[in-house]
């Protein structure tokens, strides 16, 4: 009994930390908790539970930004993501744990470099750059639970400022992982679990609102990407050595 306790105040302190960094940052919920969850849960349920606490602090963090929406720009993302979540999808339901494991942590520490150095790739602008980015990211929200990062390549290279990458990122999130989810099913978890990743996620909303008046936004985004590219080099080193 002890061992599910602890293992459940792990799943909502994972959680916790997650929504904190989206909340404070405005991204980061699932490249800061997914490969952790991953390692936690498994690849099949850990993608499965950060697909749905993700669209729900999307959910939390649009409340705020939702007049500042362009439904226009994101719906070329949005209908692109739905035709490439299936295969997702399809593809982690039948490859191996260990090959999972490394090929999540490969794409969330290639997608942190990537956004990290701000790259440019003329290919991402307009609308068959939205129509691209939309069909990475929705490939791989399905397969790895971490669909943000081209989204964020995609409003780099669209030269988005701040304050509309946020609200629409938020949108975007909610958007994906709601069909994830539907096309996966939700997390099989205990009624404990939930109700403990329901008050990380509470929890993480109001603590990243807090530290958002008091951490400067540009450093914000760099915790967030430095604790990512660690969870992801973790991950990707758990996959390769379980491979070995």
């Not at 293992?7 to 997650?18: F, N, S």
């Not at 639970?145 to 964020?152: L, N, R, T």
């Not at 096309?183 to 609102?209: D, F, I, N, Q």
């Amino acid at each position: 009994m002890t061992g599910v306790w602890t293992a459940d105040l792990c799943l909502g302190g994972i959680v916790l930390v997650g929504a904190s960094v989206q909340r404070l940052a405005g991204i980061g919920f699932a490249l800061v908790a997914a490969p952790a969850l991953v390692l936690f849960l498994g690849p099949s349920q850990g993608v499965l539970l950060s697909n749905a606490a993700a669209g729900a602090i999307s959910v939390i963090g649009l409340a705020d930004g939702w007049r500042r929406v362009r439904l226009r720009a994101m719906m070329p993302l949005v209908v692109a993501a739905a035709c490439t979540v299936p295969a997702g999808a399809w593809v982690a339901a039948r490859l191996p744990q260990q090959i999972l494991l490394a090929g999540m942590g490969a794409l969330v520490t290639a997608a942190v470099l990537l956004v990290i150095f701000g790259t440019r790739v003329p290919a991402l602008r307009g609308s068959g750059g939205a129509v691209a980015a939309g069909a990475a990211s929705g490939f791989m929200n399905s397969s790895a639970g971490v669909g943000g990062p081209a989204m964020s390549l995609y409003a780099v290279n669209a030269d988005w400022p701040v304050r509309e990458f946020v609200p629409n990122a938020q949108f975007y999130g909610v958007a994906v992982n709601a069909l994830s989810l539907l096309v996966k099913g939700v997390p099989r978890l205990t009624v404990t679990a939930w109700l403990l990743v329901t008050a990380g996620l509470a929890g993480g909303a109001v603590a990243g609102r807090a530290l958002g008046d008091r951490i400067p936004e540009p450093r914000a985004r760099r915790i967030v990407l430095l604790l990512a590219l660690a969870g992801g080099l973790t991950t990707l080193a758990k996959g390769l050595w379980e491979l070995t």
